[in-house]
C-alpha cells in the first residue's frame, strides 16, 4: 500500500488529480495568506517574488486559464497603464509573469513533478528569507513574538510544506 492509498488517493485515473488539486487550492490559498502577511509584516520584496513563483506553479489550473485569457490581458494592460502613474503602489512584473509567460514554460512547470519539486525548494527559500529577516537563526527563537500574526505564519508555511509534499509523494508512489 503506497501513500497515495494511505491518503486517499488512487494511482490511477483520477488518483492523481486529488492530490493535485488539494496542492493548487491549498497551496494557493496559503501563499495568498503569506503574501497578505509580508505586506501587513515586514515587506520583504524577495519573499514577496519566491511566493508569486510558487502561485505560479501551484496556481489552479481554472484560475490559471482566466488569468491566460483575454481577461489577464485586460487586467494587465490596466495594471501597466497603473504603473506608469503610481510605480510605487502597482508592482506589475508580478502579475505579467502569469500572462506572458511561454506556454510550454507555463505547462512544463505546472503539468510535472517538476512543478511541485520546484515550489518545494520555493518553499526552502520562503523559510530562509524569513529566517534571515528576522535576523539569524540564533536570533529565529528569541526575537520572534508569540502574535497571531507570526502564529499565522508559521501555520501557512507549515501548509505549504504539507500540501507541496502531499503531491509529490502521491505522484511519485
Known amino acids: 500500500m503506497g501513500f497515495a492509498e494511505f491518503m486517499g488517493f488512487e494511482e490511477e485515473g ?64 490596466l495594471a501597466v497603464s497603473a504603473n506608469l502613474f503610481f510605480p510605487q503602489t502597482f508592482p506589475v512584473s ?22 511541485g519539486i520546484f515550489c518545494l525548494i520555493l518553499g526552502v527559500l520562503v523559510v530562509i528569507t524569513a529566517i534571515q529577516g528576522i535576523g539569524g537563526f540564533s536570533d529565529c527563537f528569541s526575537n520572534c513574538e508569540c502574535n497571531c500574526h507570526c502564529f499565522a505564519y508559521c501555520l501557512s508555511i507549515g501548509f505549504i510544506f504539507f500540501f507541496t509534499i502531499l503531491y509529490l509523494c502521491s505522484e511519485t508512489w
Not at 491549498?26 to 517574488?49: D, H, K, P, V, Y
Not at 509573469?97 to 512544463?108: D, E
Open 14 to 77: 483520477v488518483g492523481s488529480s486529488g492530490a493535485r488539486d488539494s496542492f493548487q487550492w491549498g497551496g494557493t490559498i496559503f501563499a495568498l495568506i503569506l503574501l497578505i502577511l509580508n505586506r501587513t509584516g515586514r515587506r520583504s520584496g524577495m519573499q514577496s517574488n519566491f511566493l508569486v513563483m510558487y502561485l505560479f506553479t501551484s496556481f489552479p489550473t481554472v484560475l490559471f486559464k482566466i488569468l491566460r485569457g483575454q481577461f489577464g490581458y485586460w487586467v494587465s494592460f
Open 94 to 115: 508580478r502579475f505579467l509573469l502569469f500572462v506572458v509567460t511561454p506556454t510550454w514554460v507555463a505547462n512544463g512547470l505546472r503539468d510535472s513533478i517538476v512543478g
